[in-house]
């Protein structure tokens, strides 16, 4: 059950196991991060403002999935496996373990590892795949959907939090901004990726 936020404390997160503060306490050496250094809102510095918003961001989604993953004796990993198999079954484009690698960038040994822990834990099972029965897709158990939907939850009570100060018109530019940015640096990431590979193939 998602809690309505008190804007003064930020958002609640929703009701599960593992969230009544164990997965964090004693984390002494969890520093909180300094807010970023108030620049003047022209051009140039305006964006490495919000790039380093940005890179904050993503650092804080991965250490949340990372305490989520613990909350269910899962490792970050597993909980981003199940992400991925939840969307694509959510848009009729079945996950296999090679789109798995791709997407985490896991050897093809790593990922056959993975969704072995998945399987025996009763999270996703393995299905032939009816356009090429020599392929494998994989599908969550309910027990994962869960675990993933539960996830989302999680995220979805920080994202309803900070959107409550915004109007429509104010949201709909920051959906296209970061639809934007996700391109760009997706972009740019398969540049890096397609330059790394011919270096160490050379």
């Known amino acids: 059950m998602i809690r309505e936020a008190d804007p003064a404390r930020g958002p609640e997160l929703p009701d599960g196991d593992g969230w009544d503060g164990a997965g964090t306490a004693g984390r002494a050496d969890h520093a909180t991060v300094p807010a970023p250094r108030r620049r003047e809102p022209d051009g140039p510095v305006r964006t490495a403002q919000l790039s380093e918003l940005l890179h904050r961001l993503g650092a804080d989604t991965t250490r949340l999935v990372e305490v989520f993953a613990r909350t269910k004796s899962l490792r970050a990993s597993d909980v981003e496996a ?3 198999v939840r969307s694509g079954e959510e848009q009729d484009e079945p996950v296999t373990p090679g789109v798995l690698s791709q997407g985490l ?3 093809s040994g790593a990922v056959t590892g993975l969704v072995d822990r998945l399987v025996r834990a009763g999270h996703v099972v393995r299905e032939p795949d009816e356009s090429d029965r020599r392929r494998v897709r994989l599908r969550t158990t309910p027990a994962g959907a869960d675990v993933a939907l539960e996830f989302d939850a999680l995220l979805g009570a920080c994202t309803d939090g900070a959107a409550r100060g915004f109007g429509a018109g104010e949201m709909a530019t920051v959906e296209r901004f970061l639809a934007d940015v996700t391109a760009t ?7 890096l990726e397609t330059r790394v590979a011919d270096r160490e193939s050379s």
């Open 82 to 84: 199940l992400l991925a």
């Open 185 to 191: 640096t997706t972009s740019c990431l398969w540049s």
């Open 105 to 107: 960038m896991l050897t």
